[in-house]
């Protein structure tokens, strides 16, 4: 069974992805801080986790359901995987700001920026990640004869 062409993709964007959460979290925190005292802290670095977490269970998801890549029910494990852990991202988001909304020590503020914050770093780690990474026009296809290295395209060959 070989890998998924895009899982080289995935793990890129979870590795920088972790690196640039990590600075935002650190500067979200700093600045709740400093603007608002341990409340704006607490929800900076809380803000920032929600950022990035949520954009890194896709990636996560979608690396679980390529596990089952080259099976005969790869297509129905991997869409039940991705979509099953979409569901789950949506209740726990709503859940989440249900519980947050109206507690003393959340400042909106911070809490709103630093989720912007992470957003945009995750969107532009994606950004980057993609533009970089060479993937073929035709992924995890084998051409006729692409074993043997002949590299000839006669008539034979197809």
Known sequence: ????????????????????????????????FIVAGAPG?????????????FP????????IGNIWF???????IFFGVVLGGWI????LAIVLLVA???QPWVQPIVLYFSLVAAAVGS???DLVALARMRLPAVSD????????????NSASDI
């Open 141 to 152: 296809v084998q051409l006729p004869g692409g074993e043997h290295g002949s590299g000839s």
């Open 41 to 53: 802290l607490w929800s900076g670095v809380l803000g920032a986790l929600i950022g990035v977490v």
């Open 100 to 102: 947050l909304v109206g």
């Open 1 to 32: 069974m070989s890998t998924v062409s895009s899982t080289p993709i995935l793990r890129t964007i979870l590795r920088w992805g972790g690196i640039v959460g990590g600075v935002i979290l650190l500067v979200a925190g700093a600045v709740g």
């Open 88 to 91: 789950v991202k949506l209740i």
């Open 123 to 125: 969107l532009a780690v």
């Open 56 to 63: 890194a269970l896709t990636a996560v998801t979608i690396l």
């Open 70 to 76: 080259g099976t005969v029910h790869y297509l129905e």
